[in-house]
């Protein structure tokens, strides 16, 4: 199942409206070769279109009134969170928007509601930690549509790197059935506010849902495990991670006594998970010396499958002990040679 992002056009008569494609099942190649997409058209009389002089509190009553939002560029300084509630809601921005939660708050929360559209939105880390940058849903929920999945499609993350922010997770998913398309989150490794105690961050992304599919996951160098999947029937195409490239020692980067965290944990209690394509590698510039024990761990039973992992060494800068829970040899070495792993189990 797959759904094209919202869009800003101009239709004949010379008006902005905004387009909402369809869901797509069992579909292969693009939407657009054989005719028009299917989907919705919205006229900009239904959008709040926000500036980055408006408040968090003036966003929050447009979409309280039922009213969609577009974000143009600039950025968002919150004072509060933004509470996405209605179902089917479009919230799309165009050139990048940056939402900034200030003094520890959640930059935004969706309720676990029906065929919720976010789309190209940047989420930057404040100075005083947040717990979460994006809540979807509400744990144990489990109010999903089948046929009307909410989906986040290139939104982005960022903790540090423009200026210092923290955030111990960047994106929880409760929600069953949402689709992920092209997410970035990432923990600052230069830029400005970047150190080991400065632009802190634990995990970049959790999925506690069921049935949710995620196309495109970029995740890079939090502090512990980068990506933790909870929920069951989870499906990833394509994960790239790099793992943190500052721990200052060992000692300072252990997992109850195992070295280092894994880029893509799934639970040990989750009876059925399958991802195509996971790549993870590794940078210890700050301690050369420092191992991960794997880059991936799943628990092994016959419904949780992998295909086409990969783990590398850059440069020899660190190793990464195995592939997959204890299976692939240590990605090492000068040559940047990766260490791949066709199938698991």
């Given at each position: 199942m797959t759904r094209e992002k919202p869009f800003l056009?101009?239709?004949?008569?010379?008006?902005?409206?905004?387009?909402?494609?369809?869901?797509?099942?069992?579909?292969?190649?693009?939407?657009?070769?054989?005719?028009?997409?299917?989907?919705?058209s919205m006229s900009l009389d239904e959008f709040f279109v926000a500036r980055p002089t408006d408040s968090a509190q003036s966003i929050n009553n447009a979409l309280a009134r039922g009213v969609n939002v577009l974000f143009t560029p600039g950025i968002y300084q919150l004072d509060r969170t933004i509470k996405v509630k209605r179902p089917g809601t479009v919230v799309l921005g165009i050139g990048l928007p940056t939402l900034v939660p200030n003094n520890g708050i959640v930059a935004m929360e969706v309720a676990d509601v029906t065929g919720v559209k976010l789309a190209g939105l940047m989420i930057d880390a404040g100075p005083v930690n947040s717990p979460v940058l994006l809540e979807v849903g509400k744990r144990n929920a489990h109010k999903s549509d089948p046929n009307d999945p909410t989906s986040l499609q290139d939104v982005f993350f960022r903790i540090?790197?423009?200026?210092?922010?923290?955030?111990?997770?960047?994106?929880?998913?409760?929600?069953?059935?949402?689709?992920?398309?092209?997410?970035?989150?990432?923990?600052?490794?230069?830029?400005?506010?970047?150190?080991?105690?400065?632009?802190?961050?634990?995990?970049g992304v959790i999925i506690n849902g069921d049935d949710v599919t995620a196309y495109g996951l970029f995740v890079e160098h939090y502090q512990k495990t980068?990506?933790?999947?909870?929920?069951?029937?989870?499906?990833?195409?394509?994960?790239q991670n790099e793992l943190p490239y500052d721990p200052p020692n060992q000692a300072a980067w252990m997992n109850n006594?195992?070295?280092?965290?894994?880029?893509?944990?799934?639970?040990?209690?989750?009876?059925t998970h399958e991802a195509w394509g996971l790549g993870s590698y590794c940078f210890f510039n700050v301690d050369p010396s420092i191992h991960a024990a794997r880059g991936f761990e799943t628990p092994v039973t016959a419904g949780v499958k992998s295909h086409s992992l990969l783990t590398v060494s850059l440069g020899g800068v660190g190793t990464i002990d195995h592939v997959i829970n204890d299976t692939g040899a240590a990605a090492q070495g000068v040559e940047t040679i990766p260490v791949n792993i066709v199938s698991y189990p």
């Open positions: 056009y101009v239709d004949a008569s010379g008006r902005y409206r905004v387009f909402v494609p369809a869901v797509r099942r069992d579909a292969a190649g693009t939407s657009w070769a054989n005719g028009p997409v299917a989907g919705s540090g790197g423009g200026t210092l922010g923290k955030a111990t997770t960047s994106l929880v998913v409760n929600s069953d059935r949402v689709l992920l398309d092209n997410i970035w989150a990432w923990r600052a490794d230069h830029g400005n506010g970047v150190g080991w105690t400065d632009n802190t961050a634990d995990t980068q990506l933790i999947w909870n929920g069951e029937n989870g499906k990833t195409i394509f994960f006594g195992v070295n280092g965290y894994p880029a893509y944990k799934v639970a040990d209690h989750v009876q």
